[in-house]
T-cell receptor, first 114, second 113 residues
Framework: DTGVSQDPRHKITKRGQNVTFRCDPI?????LYWYRQTLGQGPEFLTY????????KSRLLSDRFSAERPKGSFSTLEIQRTEQGDSAMYLC????????????FGDGTRLSIL | GQNIDQPTEMTATEGAIVQINCTYQ??????LFWYQQHAGEAPTFLSY????GLEEKGRFSSFLSRSKGYSYLLLKELQMKDSASYLC??????????????FGPGTRLSVLP
C-alpha cells in the first residue's frame, strides 16, 4: 500500500492556460474523490467516482472543470481557461467498499495562477 | 444546507489536554470523521463516530451527540508534533450518490513547550 499519489505536486501557470492533474488511488479502492482546499479552510468537495462512473458533482464545479476515471483506476482533473480564483490545493482521496470507511488523502497538487 | 463550525485557533501546552469542538447542521447524517493536517501535507484520518458516545484511540478520543449536532476531539498528553490543523468532517448521506464529506474550516492547534 503506497497510499494515494498525486502529480504534479506543484503547478504554476498563466491565467487562461489549461492544466491537468493526475491522481492514483490506493489500488484496491473503488471510490475516488476530488476536493479543493484554500488557505485556512477545510477541503471543499468537487466530484466523486465509484469505479469509472462519476456519480456526484458539486455545483461549485463550473463547466471549465472536468474529471475522468477511464478504467476505474487513476483519475485526471482538468481545468480549462484557468482564472486567478482557481489557485488552491487540489486534493484527491480514495476509499473502499461499503460501510463507514474513511477517505485516504493524497498530498495534493498546489496550483498557482499568475 | 450544510454548516460545520469549529474554533479557528487554539493554543495549549505540551503535556496538557485539549478539547476541540465541532458543531454541525447538515441535511442528513451518516458519520463524523476527524482528520489531522500538518501544513503542506495531506489530511490523515484520526477517528470516526456514527453512534452517540466516546470512541477512544490511544491519546485521541472523539465524542458525538447526534441530537445536539455536536462532536469533540480530545487530545491527551500533548506533544509538539500535535501542532496541526484538525478537521471535522460530516458525511451527510450514505447512498450510491452521496459519498462526499462536508468539512469544517479546521482548528489550528499550536502546542507550546
Amino acid at each position: 500500500d503506497t497510499g494515494v499519489s498525486q502529480d504534479p505536486r506543484h503547478k504554476i501557470t498563466k491565467r487562461g492556460q489549461n492544466v491537468t492533474f493526475r491522481c492514483d488511488p490506493i489500488s484496491e479502492h473503488n471510490r475516488l474523490y476530488w476536493y479543493r482546499q484554500t488557505l485556512g479552510q477545510g477541503p471543499e468537495f468537487l466530484t466523486y467516482f465509484q469505479n469509472e462512473a462519476q456519480l456526484e458533482k458539486s455545483r461549485l464545479l463550473s463547466d471549465r472543470f472536468s474529471a475522468e476515471r477511464p478504467k476505474g483506476s487513476f483519475s485526471t482533473l482538468e481545468i480549462q481557461r484557468t482564472e486567478q480564483g482557481d489557485s488552491a490545493m487540489y486534493l484527491c482521496a480514495s476509499s473502499y467498499g461499503t460501510g463507514h470507511q474513511p477517505q485516504h488523502f493524497g498530498d495534493g497538487t498546489r496550483l498557482s495562477i499568475l | 444546507g450544510q454548516n460545520i463550525d469549529q474554533p479557528t485557533e487554539m493554543t495549549a501546552t505540551e503535556g496538557a489536554i485539549v478539547q476541540i469542538n465541532c458543531t454541525y447542521q447538515t441535511s442528513g447524517f451518516n458519520g463524523l470523521f476527524w482528520y489531522q493536517q500538518h501544513a503542506g501535507e495531506a489530511p490523515t484520518f484520526l477517528s470516526y463516530n456514527v453512534l452517540d458516545g466516546l470512541e477512544e484511540k490511544g491519546r485521541f478520543s472523539s465524542f458525538l451527540s447526534r441530537s445536539k449536532g455536536y462532536s469533540y476531539l480530545l487530545l491527551k498528553e500533548l506533544q509538539m508534533k500535535d501542532s496541526a490543523s484538525y478537521l471535522c468532517a460530516v458525511r451527510p448521506y450514505y447512498n450510491r450518490r452521496g459519498q462526499n464529506f462536508v468539512f469544517g474550516p479546521g482548528t489550528r492547534l499550536s502546542v507550546l513547550p
